[in-house]
């Protein structure tokens, strides 16, 4: 396998999301919480979070409400994982796969297995390794839609990115 790096895919493959112990669990505010999420996203096109975002996340259910005004750990991991998941699936399914995901695994599993799935297909899709690795030891419908809803973002945010770079070339161009 060719491996495949630009300007447009390293951006992707230098993300770096906190695990989820890094993530604080003093109680944040929401705006803290948008600066927080948005910091780790701020180089992705039409990746990031509102407050009024997250007001809609938990009217929506897809969000437990805070406690005085103040989110936890738990409230910002699945922000973060909201935040990358609508870029490429609706609100119910993500409702859905968040459902899924709690029947079969704790959330702290859940997010950090996000973790080595993203960085396991971006270095996979890019060329960096000839083969997607096998992560964890059990084969679950919920790990593969994560790891095929992880492709499709991995893919959109490429062509997104790539098509920004080539639109402001031509525009130095004109």
């Known amino acids: 396998m060719k491996t495949f790096i630009n300007k447009e895919a390293e951006t992707i493959l230098n993300l770096n999301l906190p695990k989820y112990n890094d993530i604080p669990n003093t109680g944040l505010y929401l705006e803290q919480v948008t600066k927080y999420i948005n910091g780790y996203l701020e180089n992705l096109p039409n990746v990031y979070i509102t407050p009024s975002m997250v007001t809609n996340y938990v009217k929506q259910g897809l969000l437990p409400k805070c406690e005085k005004k103040q989110y936890s750990r738990e409230q910002i991991m699945r922000l973060i994982l909201i935040t990358f998941g609508k870029t490429?699936?609706?609100?119910?399914?993500?409702?859905?796969?968040?459902?899924?995901?709690?029947?079969?695994?704790?959330?702290?599993?859940?997010?950090?297995?996000?973790?080595?799935?993203?960085?396991?297909?971006?270095?996979?899709?890019?060329?960096?390794?000839?083969?997607?690795?096998?992560?964890?030891?059990?084969?679950?419908?919920?790990?593969?839609?994560?790891?095929?809803?992880?492709?499709?973002?991995?893919?959109?945010?490429?062509?997104?990115?790539?098509?920004?770079?080539?639109?402001?070339?031509?525009?130095?161009?004109?």
């Open 88 to 174: 490429v699936l609706s609100m119910d399914d993500l409702k859905l796969l968040f459902k899924l995901q709690s029947l079969a695994y704790p959330n702290e599993v859940a997010y950090n297995y996000f973790l080595l799935e993203y960085e396991n297909v971006i270095k996979y899709i890019f060329g960096i390794n000839e083969q997607m690795e096998t992560i964890g030891t059990t084969n679950t419908l919920e790990k593969e839609l994560l790891r095929n809803a992880i492709i499709s973002f991995a893919h959109k945010m490429y062509v997104e990115l790539t098509l920004d770079a080539k639109r402001k070339e031509l525009l130095q161009e004109d």
